[in-house]
């Protein structure tokens, strides 16, 4: 939903349009690397807000910064698609590579 949601902003945005959205993340897990990122954005601002350890949640800024090209669309989708975090069902965040559109939760540890 959030590689979507940055692809939508970077298609539908003038120019210096802003994007804004809170990314929830496990503190011990977390990398900027978590952060999708978009060549038609610039990332801004990422700020973080602690909820309960590990669990916290970033505030992503991103601003349009050129043309969105719908050719790129498909590339751009597959590249950051090993970025998702995948939310089990014990509430963990946890880092899992699967195709687009295939995504599975991955069960908790015993």
């Known amino acids: ?3 979507e949601l940055v692809d939508s902003a970077a298609m539908l945005l003038v120019k210096g349009g802003r ?9 011990l897990t977390y990398t900027d690397d978590a952060v999708p990122n978009h060549p038609c ?3 801004v601002w990422n700020s973080e807000q602690e909820i309960r350890f590990p669990y916290s949640r970033r505030l992503i800024t991103m601003v349009k910064a ?9 590339h751009y989708l597959t ?3 090993e970025k998702l975090i ?5 509430g963990d965040s946890v880092y899992s ?4 559109g295939k995504a599975k939760v991955k069960p908790p540890e015993p």
């Open 79 to 81: 590249v950051m698609i």
């Open 66 to 74: 050129s043309d969105y090209d719908p050719a790129s669309r498909e």
């Open 97 to 100: 590579y699967y195709p687009y």
């Open 19 to 27: 994007l804004v959205f809170l990314l929830p993340v496990n503190r």
């Open 86 to 90: 995948i939310v089990n069902n014990t």
């Open 1 to 3: 939903i959030i590689l």
């Open 41 to 43: 954005m610039e990332l």
